[in-house]
């Protein structure tokens, strides 16, 4: 359980980060940057803490190496397996996207975009799509799960890997206006 108090205290870490420093680093961006929001600024300070954190944490805990971080495969073994996810993320969210625009749920979606419309909008949602996913399961399902599974056992590590991960998809939802923000 120590380790997974370490990482909870990471994530809190970047929380009190975002909370700080998130808004003296957007006074500071936004005069450079046309239309920049601040949740994206605020949540950039803090995953920059918690990426600076982890790796000054990650040797302590013995999950810096390829294997505890979650690439231990062979090249071939994990492209195969990373385009397998591909195309079964691709399934999945298909059924998903055509509902939402059948339902018009989407503001930038909808049935009279051009063919270059929908090809940008799958070509940056898969990009980001991977890029998170490469994050949250390095992080997350690699070394939060590595090092939890040393100390208490895979069970426990799944069990409490999987909560966490569930619960992140709740942090971030709000939305400040920018003339909403200040300290």
Do not use: C
């Not at 808004?23 to 990426?51: C, E, N, Q």
């Not at 949250?136 to 799960?145: K, L, V, Y």
């Not at 991960?165 to 923000?181: C, K, L, Q």
């Amino acid at each position: 359980m120590r380790s997974f108090a370490i990482f909870l205290g990471l994530i809190a870490l970047g929380l009190a980060g975002i909370a700080a420093l998130g808004y003296p680093a957007w006074l500071v961006i936004a005069p450079l940057i046309d239309d920049a929001k601040f949740h994206r600024v605020a949540s950039r300070v803090g995953m920059l803490l918690l990426v600076v954190a982890f790796l000054l944490t990650a040797r302590r805990l013995k999950v810096g190496d390829r294997q505890s971080l979650g690439f231990g495969l062979k090249p071939a073994e994990f492209a195969r397996e990373t385009a397998g996810g591909i195309v079964l993320g691709v399934a999945l969210m298909l059924p998903v996207l055509g509902t939402m625009v059948a339902l018009d749920m989407r503001d930038r979606i909808g049935p009279m975009m051009s063919a270059w419309g929908w090809a940008s909008l799958m070509l940056s949602g898969l990009a980001r799509g991977l890029v998170i996913a490469f994050i949250e399961e390095t992080f997350i399902r690699g070394a939060m799960h590595t090092a939890i599974t040393r100390e208490s056992g895979a069970k426990l590590a799944i069990a409490l890997t999987s909560l966490l991960y569930a619960a992140t998809h709740f942090i971030g939802r709000y939305r400040v206006a920018a003339a909403d923000v200040n300290a």
